[in-house]
């Protein structure tokens, strides 16, 4: 997926001083265009919604007295309104607003309640009155999104807590539910390895977004990034470097099941992948016995892909495979395991098969549903197993014939370590420059012949590592893309149009500056 091939020589590494600054090192300022443009139904989210309609002169006032209102205190209701609670009592400068639990009436109350009969599970209707506010989810995960919602409707000073005690939100009305399930986002903490504290900031910049699913690519050549007790060499040694020698490092066990936890909360389902039977340079230097010759390779530090592969023929190596997905499966509650399976060259076709279906098989004995990049699509694999897409001259119509859904995550067009354009000093460029418009001017659904909508299970934004150091690296190449990402996933096509997008997306700008993001001024958008 990273086609590093093309790359001749080393990567830059860029280190971004501040949100004010873009990729290229010139104040934002010189590149902020004014677009004029009306806003669609007068709101400011991101994503759209399906249905909204706002009053110009009604509002709720949200006061240090208001409460947060549930029927019981459920684990996942309860959830939902202690993370609202938090965050409004944040940004009104003092503690979590009161949670007020019965059915009695409550006044300047935002209550929340669960409707599934009436709503999709994801799902959600929000009304805002002067005297209160009623979110309505489907489950608990669509009274999230609301929340969400009712957080892009409140000054951005909420997010940084200097709001003066009082926040209000227009009045109105908004009906709301995705268009695809799979609304997804990719870190590669293998490259280049980020702190888990940095993984629950993306993770917190993901939900506020309404993305759900943070796929993890936990190792690869250059690092192994989750300790495997069975296996304890792949961390303590092929877990302690990334690109360019620096010190790499890992998640514990512990620290991984945090992350998990932590997602969850949020309701974001963590992916995690192993990359295999290539990308594995980092565990054939670790365990001599995955290797064809019994020789341990060098740790690689470097950015060539293609030239590492397991040895697929010895039965330790699917005992290795098989003890790996074990510990992590028991780690990772959601129901994925993604085995990677991308630019392998040492194998025949015929071995990557095998080892493919037979690697299947063992995830399948842990519970989980597999998922691999789009070279899997010609094996013989279950429907069940899903595909990602990502190769622009490559197509997994062989897979979605049998059954299989798809993740639609084209390089050129939603790879998010491509550069925004000739002067943006970190990403690559081997799927072109990619601005936000032509991340977000496309359709899931109609980009590839034979693969129609019923078939498309969602989207996912990847984020590779190679020339990424910091999380201010991470989100720099990021946003605004990954919006437009979320916005894919969410909002319905027939909704979608970049005229309105970029008033939408410029509209962001106060908020993202109060969260401390680091993104790029796109001179298409007219930033706030």
Not at 69 to 78: L, W, Y
Not at 272 to 280: N, R
Not at 386 to 402: F, L, S, T
Request: contains cysteine.
């Amino acid at each position: 997926m990273r086609s590093l091939r093309r790359l001749a020589g080393a990567v830059a590494v860029a280190m971004l001083s501040g949100p004010a600054f873009s990729g290229c090192g010139t104040p934002a300022a010189a590149h902020v265009m004014e677009l004029p443009g009306p806003l669609t139904d007068g709101h400011e989210l991101v994503p759209a919604p399906r249905s909204v309609g706002l009053s110009a002169t009604d509002s709720f006032a949200v006061l240090p007295q208001t409460v947060v209102a549930i029927a019981s205190e459920s684990d996942s209701v309860g959830l939902v309104a202690r993370h609202l609670a938090q965050l409004l009592g944040r940004g009104l400068g003092g503690d979590p607003l009161r949670i007020q639990t019965g059915d009695g009436e409550a006044r300047n109350a935002i209550a929340l309640r669960i409707d599934a009969g009436a709503i999709p599970a994801e799902g959600y209707e929000l009304s805002i009155a002067p005297g209160g506010v009623t979110i309505s989810g489907g489950s608990a995960a669509g009274l999230f999104y609301g929340v969400q919602t009712l957080r892009q409707l409140l000054p951005a000073s909420l997010e940084n807590g200097s709001a003066a005690g009082r926040l209000s939100a227009p009045a109105g009305r908004i009906s709301d539910s995705p268009r695809f399930e799979w609304r997804g986002a990719m870190l590669d903490v293998s490259r280049h390895f980020l702190p888990a504290r940095d993984v629950k900031r993306y993770i917190d910049l993901m939900a506020l977004h309404k993305l759900n699913r943070l796929h993890l690519h936990l190792s690869d050549d250059q690092g192994w990034r989750i300790e495997i007790h069975s296996w304890p060499n792949l961390t303590t040694r092929g877990g302690s470097t990334q690109v360019g020698g620096g010190p790499g490092g890992f998640y514990t066990q512990a620290e991984y099941a945090d992350i998990v936890r932590y997602a969850h909360e949020r309701f974001i389902t963590v992916v995690p992948e192993i990359d295999m039977p290539g990308h594995t340079n980092a565990a054939l230097a670790s365990y001599p016995e995955l290797n064809c010759n019994d020789v341990a390779p060098p740790l690689y530090t470097g950015t060539r892909v293609g030239f590492s592969a397991l040895c697929v023929q010895r039965e330790a190596t699917y005992k290795f495979v098989d003890d790996v997905v074990r510990e992590i499966a028991a780690l990772t509650p959601g129901p994925y395991f993604h085995i990677g399976g991308d630019e392998v060259e040492r194998l025949t076709a015929a071995q990557y098969r095998g080892f493919i279906e037979r690697v299947e098989k063992i995830v399948h004995s842990h519970g989980k549903r597999m998922i691999g990049w789009g070279e899997i699509a010609p094996a013989n694999i279950s429907p069940t197993t899903i595909v990602q897409h990502w190769k622009p001259n490559a197509n997994p119509r062989a897979a979605v014939a049998r059954g299989s859904k798809v993740i639609m995550s084209p390089a050129n067009r939603i790879y998010l370590d491509m550069k925004y354009d000739s002067t943006t000093r970190l990403g690559l460029t081997w799927a072109g420059v990619r601005e936000v418009w032509e991340a977000y001017d496309w359709d899931p659904a109609a980009f590839l012949p034979g693969v129609p909508e019923e078939s498309v299970i969602g989207v996912e934004g990847p984020l590779w590592s190679e020339t990424l150091v910091t999380i201010r690296d991470f989100e720099y190449l990021a946003f605004p893309r990954l919006a437009a990402v979320a916005e894919i996933g969410w909002t319905q096509q027939v909704q979608r149009s970049w005229d309105d997008f970029r008033v939408r997306l410029g509209a962001q700008g106060p908020r993202w500056r109060a969260l401390g993001i680091n993104f790029h001024r796109s001179p298409r958008v007219p930033w706030k």
